[in-house]
């Protein structure tokens, strides 16, 4: 076991299923009264990136990133913590339901609770725009704490994958 945790920092810079038929999808959002217009205006206040995901096409590339992880370093991984983030208009996919996930609102408190008993444990803290209006980054951010000897191998074999879905380390995507 590594002491201190193997990490990732991405960038998601393309729509995940680029070159792929997608539904399109539309979703306003139950207004019902003067706070919830303001709201949703004051959201998009800080918006610097561009949208590369629908609301249901958000859920869809967490369970790719999902399958990705599990495909290169599922069998080590206890735990796999993942942001929630507010508001969510679809519902979770299957992939999300019996197995080792959980949403947080702060995944980071837990990870390092269950570090400490020895458990393996992954964060996946994702800021993907939805909506034009949100105040996101397009960031995907992954810490695994108690990785095995070869974490770091496999958090780079994982980073090869990942640009399959569009997401490139942070260091090339600002370049």
Known sequence: MTRSPVTFEGQLCRAWNAGKPTRAQSYVPPFY???DFDSYRLMGRARTA???VTYPDHY???AAILGEVRAECGAEIDEILINSRMPSVVRLPADFFGTNVLFLNDPEDEAVRLAKTGVQVLVIREHFV???VEAADNGL???WWNAPEDGTGAMQRLTTRLRGL???PAAE???
């Open 33 to 35: 009264d003067a706070l």
């Open 173 to 175: 995507a600002a370049a």
């Open 130 to 132: 939805r909506h034009t």
């Open 60 to 62: 869809a590339l967490l």
């Open 50 to 52: 561009r949208a590369f």
């Open 141 to 143: 951010s992954l810490v």
């Open 166 to 168: 569009g997401i490139a």
